[in-house]
């Protein structure tokens, strides 16, 4: 047999005993990677909108928003609420959660008054009359360094001090 | 802070995805490939720094990855375990003109490419080469044989 070039060893590198296991190892490691693209088409990654509707005797409320987000990313967070009996002093307050980490953009159409209800973020929609909605859209963006699984995002819904709807969901923001 | 633990698993994605894709695709450099690596490094980019456009940040940044090659070099350089791990080993895909079917299978190389390879290095017939030996670089080493 002619002469081996230097360093190779027939039996590793030719004969490839002790490396049947490597391309197994190396298939399975590209499945993982091709895990994570066909995972996040199940928006496991976000950011797709999901849409919750609750109703109260006196009103309804649809929100609209992602539970899942990544860093820096710009979403939208829409809340409808329909008056079923009038509202005198509608008041929409979103938990810390909302804003935890976020960059809130604009609030549309601007709530008559902004304020602290103990630690919440509270929006004074005012007088809605019987059958008649009033949306309100959030524009926020995930801020770079916000990383959160589980954290808890609280709405309520309020006709002066009476709370009428109570919702809470848990978001993702992913790195 | 972020922007180093970004970096380190940027690295460590980027170094997997490079071993497992396997060396052939490395290899070549054809027009589709190289704009795969440009919007790669733009991908990778705005997961490293985001929004931060700072030169402290890019500072951080380059020096992460600068540290973790280092570390990969070294590591691969002094473990000759690592090494085989890191850089992988070469394999032999033609030994006394013959041609070792299971081996080119394996790198999903057909006779056609290594004949082309073979020419690009002025060896008319792979009946004159004594080893074709696919190298961990991705490139294929010819030696002829004999006269």
């Known amino acids: 047999m002619a002469d081996v070039p230097d360093a190779l060893v027939l039996k590793r590198d030719r004969d490839l005993e002790g490396r049947q296991n490597e391309i197994w190892i190396r298939r399975a490691l590209m499945a993982l990677v091709a895990a994570v693209p066909l995972v996040a088409l ?47 002093d509608a008041y929409l307050v ?13 609030i549309e159409p601007s709530p008559i008054s902004e304020s602290s209800n103990n630690g919440r973020i509270s929006f004074e929609l005012g007088h809605i009359p019987a059958g008649e909605s009033h949306i309100l859209f959030t524009d926020f963006q995930v801020n770079p360094t916000n990383v959160a699984f589980g954290r808890r995002q609280t709405v309520w819904l309020t006709d002066g001090k009476t709370r009428l709807i109570t919702y809470e969901r848990k978001i993702d923001v992913f790195p | 802070m972020d922007i180093v633990f970004r970096g380190i698993f940027l690295f460590a994605f980027i170094f997997l995805l490079t071993r497992v894709i396997g060396r052939r695709e490395l290899s070549s450099l054809e027009p589709f ?18 929004d931060d456009y700072s030169v402290t940040g890019a500072v ?47 790198e999903r190389i ?22 074709a030996v696919f190298e961990p670089s991705g490139t294929i080493s010819f030696i002829p044989k004999k006269q």
């Open chain 1, 42 to 88: 199940f928006n496991v990654f976000g950011q797709h909108a999901q849409t919750t509707t609750l109703v109260a005797p006196a009103a309804s409320l649809k929100i609209d928003a992602p539970t899942h987000f990544r860093g820096g990313l710009l979403y939208q967070a829409r809340f409808h609420v329909t008056a079923r009996e009038e509202l005198k």
């Open chain 1, 94 to 106: 979103l938990g810390a959660g909302w804003a935890e980490g976020m960059t809130i953009n604009t």
């Open chain 2, 33 to 50: 490939d190289l704009i795969l690596l440009i919007v790669l490094g733009d991908l990778l980019q705005q997961g490293l720094t985001q």
């Open chain 2, 60 to 106: 951080i940044a380059i020096g992460t990855i600068a540290v973790l090659q280092l570390l990969v070099s070294y590591t691969s350089y002094k473990f000759p375990r690592a090494r085989r791990v890191l850089d992988g080993d070469p394999i032999v895909l033609l030994q006394d003109g013959e041609v070792i079917e299971r081996n080119l299978k394996r």
């Open chain 2, 110 to 131: 057909t006779q056609e490419e290594l004949a082309a390879q073979a020419r690009g290095q002025q060896i008319a017939s792979l009946a004159d080469v004594q080893w």
